[in-house]
């Protein structure tokens, strides 16, 4: 079935440096949805990206979706500890049925 | 403006018995989704209503069902619980016609 796959699984950074998450998937998407999950937290709807090519910024977060439709990436600039958290990408589909990927777990370090 | 809401927090059972998980959509909201998720995974889609009715249904089994209730709130029903029913469940709403979606805050099942 449709699969989206997320690298990396975890990535550890120093407070300051730059954070990058990558998604994929062998078909192409109708839509890109982000969300950040808190320990001990639920899921928050951070953007969508609809267009090929299109490019979002939040502040110091940034988020592409590929010419194909099938790959994006999330990268935060300066990174905070308030951004530790796992990253899911999910293909957001026609209606709504979200499919993540795994996640990609940040833990920053002051 | 409350967001979704999902009772109760936690909750243990017994292998084999039934539960019922409920969810308050955020205002405004008339299509709810479950998933399922388990420790250090993404979450899964177990199934979406809309207009009471179930509109979308991932890959679970018959013994997860659901209802939706005409103020739009949903509850999710798990028979004959396995270990591995253990999870979080998480409620999301979404506006009509649109896709993103705003998730409660879970409810963390232990089956023992």
């Known amino acids: 079935g449709q699969q989206v796959m997320q690298i990396p699984q975890y990535q550890h950074v120093q407070e300051g440096e730059d954070f990058t998450t990558y998604c994929n998937s062998s078909?192409?998407?109708?839509?890109i949805q982000w969300y950040k999950q808190r320990p001990g937290g639920h899921p928050v709807f951070l953007i969508q990206?609809?267009?090929?090519?299109e490019v979002k910024k939040q502040k110091r977060l940034t988020f592409q979706f590929g010419e194909a439709k099938k790959n994006s990436s999330l990268h935060i600039t300066a990174t905070q500890t308030t951004d530790v958290g796992t990253y899911f990408c999910?293909?957001?589909?026609?209606?709504?049925?979200?499919?993540f990927g795994k996640g990609t777990k940040l833990s920053v370090k002051p | 403006d409350a967001g979704v809401t999902q009772s109760p927090t936690h909750l243990i059972k017994t292998r084999g018995q039934q539960v019922t998980l409920r969810c308050s959509p955020k205002?405004?909201?008339?299509?709810v989704s479950w998933y399922q998720q388990a420790l250090g995974q993404g979450p899964q889609f177990i199934f979406q209503?809309?207009?009471?009715?179930?509109?979308q249904r991932g890959n679970f089994p018959d013994r997860f069902s659901g209802h939706q209730f005409p103020n739009y709130s949903s509850e999710l029903n798990v028979n004959a619980l396995l270990l591995g029913d253990s999870a979080l469940y998480l409620c999301?709403?979404?506006?009509?016609?649109?896709?993103?979606?705003?998730f409660g805050q879970g409810t963390r099942l232990t089956v023992v």
């Open positions: 999301a709403s979404s506006p009509g016609g649109r896709t993103e979606a705003f």
């Open positions: 078909t192409t998407l109708s839509n």
């Open positions: 209503y809309y207009e009471e009715e179930e509109r």
């Open positions: 990206l609809v267009k090929s090519g």
């Open positions: 205002s405004g909201h008339d299509t």
């Open positions: 999910a293909d957001g589909g026609s209606q709504g049925n979200l499919i």
